[in-house]
C-alpha cells in the first residue's frame, strides 16, 4: 500500500507563494500518476492538479499560477502555488491515480494522503 505525506502548508499572504510536497512511500505503478485536490470547509473536494510521467494537467482555476512538478529520484511530488488569493485557502490533499479513469475525479485516486492546510489571508 502506497503511504503519501504532504507538507508544505500555512499562512500566506493574498499575493504570496506556497510549496507544497508530497513524498510516496515506493515507487509503484500507482505513483506514476498524481493528482493535487482541495477542500474548503463547506465544498466538495475538487481538482487541482495531475502530473502523468512529466505532463501536467490543471483545472481553470489555478491555471497560470499553479505549477505541479515531480522528482521520481526522491518519489516526491510539489505544487508550486504563487500568486495565492483567498479563495485557495483550503485544505490540500495528494493522491495517487488508478490504472484507469479521469483524473479531474477524486473517484480515480486510491491513495491519499492526510491533508496540509493552506490560508491565504491577510
Known amino acids: 500500500q502506497v503511504q503519501l505525506v504532504e507538507s508544505g502548508g500555512g499562512l500566506v499572504q493574498p499575493g504570496g507563494s506556497l510549496r507544497l510536497s508530497c513524498a510516496a512511500s515506493e515507487r509503484t505503478l500507482s505513483t506514476d500518476a498524481m493528482g493535487w485536490f482541495r477542500q474548503a470547509p463547506g465544498k466538495e473536494r475538487e481538482f487541482v492538479a495531475h502530473i502523468r510521467w512529466s505532463a501536467p494537467y490543471y483545472a481553470d482555476s489555478v491555471k497560470g499560477r499553479f505549477t505541479i512538478s515531480r522528482d521520481n529520484a526522491k518519489n516526491t511530488v510539489y505544487l508550486q502555488m504563487n500568486s495565492l488569493k483567498p479563495e485557495d485557502t483550503a485544505v490540500y490533499y495528494c493522491?495517487?491515480?488508478?490504472?484507469?479513469?479521469?483524473?479531474?475525479?477524486?473517484?480515480?485516486?486510491?491513495?491519499w494522503g492526510q491533508g496540509t492546510q493552506v490560508t491565504v489571508s491577510s
Open positions: 493522491a495517487s491515480m488508478k490504472p484507469y479513469g479521469d483524473f479531474r475525479y477524486a473517484s480515480a485516486y486510491d491513495y
